[in-house]
């Protein structure tokens, strides 16, 4: 018998970090790297915020709270709810965890018996199927149009069985940053209403990254049918580049926000207090930064787009939201690298693109769809646009 638990052997390390600290790795070794594969805003945490945070400091709101948020930033989630989603939520409703990482497991782990089903579409962020699997869950992967990186109701419908208890959702995606317009999302309903036994859990971590005129939507507020079994999971995070302050939040049904709320109580607890009153001026307070945020990352992931599909071999779709782009490298397999390396797969891509020009990104495989790669283009242009000449040069070497 071994000392290290069983189900740990059903998991694997997070790619996106596996691929940050490499390049941290041979940065301080005095390489110079660009690293593409962080998931968070460069922008700095706008000051209203840091100063809602120094006054609790100062005010000595620095001891426990209630284990999933305090009654304050429950209320202005509810209010969130209401003004951006249309979804009415009473503060009952309401979790309130360290990150939405932590919401997503809570969840898992208070609702998956051996041999509950979770569908997955692809790709999908990292963690979604190990955490299902720590939860004792089976993951089932629904596969993507490979152009679009979006499920079809036919595929979703097929991959539903007596054993489906949920179907984890994101729009728009990490990694794709793919999203589902309003017509598409409700196509998806429309399956999803035909089997009253499946769940949604709803990632909307991404919801104020869009572009162009692309309109946001969340599954129980296109199909209001849906609910009574759907937890809608956000945070302050990556609209209020908030990511190190570590609060994600959900509405759902009080019966499983009380099972979440059960689990949180026998595992972190609450989350910091300093971060929650920090959440509650970034819902309750001025938004306008949002849309010239946005702004910049649209110009950025233009510039990316760009640069990318000039790239021999490489064909890089534009993206609806988020702040990552997933291009395909399908066109460079069978090629060999500089050091004499065939690419057979975007793993091989990777390494060696890291290896060769010191740019980071990550395969594709590990967010269940190659051969791509992800791409996040939350930096500079300088640091962007030096990084895709690298890419350029590095494709078009070849042979």
């Not at 609910?227 to 908030?242: C, I, Q």
Request: overall charge negative; aromatic content about 8%.
């Amino acid at each position: 018998m071994g000392f290290i638990a069983d189900a740990l052997s059903r998991v694997k390390p997070s790619a996106t970090i596996a691929v940050t600290n490499k390049a941290r790795e041979l940065k301080a070794a005095g390489r110079d790297v660009i690293g593409l594969g962080a998931g968070e805003p460069d922008f700095d945490t706008p000051e209203n915020i840091k100063a809602a945070a120094i006054a609790a400091i100062n005010e000595g709101k620095t001891k426990y709270t209630a284990v999933d948020g305090i009654p304050e930033l429950k209320k202005a989630i509810c209010a969130k709810f209401e003004r951006d989603n249309g979804l009415k939520y009473e503060p009952a409703q309401i979790t309130v965890g360290t990150g939405g990482k932590q919401v997503l497991y809570n969840a898992l782990m208070a609702t998956i018996n051996p041999g509950d089903e979770v569908l997955i579409p692809t790709p999908y962020w990292v963690s979604y199927p190990d955490m299902v699997l720590l939860a004792g869950g089976e993951p089932v992967v629904v596969e993507a149009d490979k152009a679009t990186f979006k499920i079809t109701p036919e595929a979703l419908e097929s991959a539903i069985t007596p054993k489906t208890k949920w179907l984890i959702f994101n729009s728009p995606s990490n990694p794709s940053g793919a999203g589902y317009s309003r017509s598409e999302l409700k196509a998806l309903t429309d399956v999803l209403m035909k089997h009253p036994h499946v769940w949604v859990m709803s990632d909307d971590m991404y919801e104020h990254l869009v572009y162009d005129d692309f309109e946001f939507t969340t599954p129980a507020q296109v199909e209001p049918g849906l609910y009574e079994r759907t937890l809608t999971v956000n945070g302050v995070s990556k609209a209020y580049s908030m990511t190190g302050w570590r609060i994600g939040y959900a509405g759902g049904p009080v019966e499983l926000i009380k099972a979440m709320a059960k689990i949180q109580s026998q595992s972190t607890s609450n989350p910091s207090s300093i971060a929650q009153w920090a959440a509650v001026e970034a819902l309750n307070g001025t938004q306008d930064f949002i849309a010239p945020n946005n702004e910049v990352f649209k110009g950025r992931r233009d510039l990316v787009v760009s640069m990318l599909n000039q790239a021999n071999g490489l064909s890089c779709p534009v993206p609806e939201g988020a702040f990552y782009v997933f291009p395909s490298c399908e066109g460079l397999i069978g090629k060999t690298a500089p050091s004499g390396k065939v690419i057979e797969n975007d793993l091989d891509f990777a390494a060696e693109l890291l290896e060769t020009e010191g740019v980071a990104v990550v395969p594709g495989s590990a967010f269940g769809l190659g051969p791509n790669f992800r791409v996040s283009y939350a930096t500079s242009n300088e640091a962007l646009t030096e990084a895709c000449t690298r890419i350029q040069r590095f494709c078009g070497n070849l042979k």
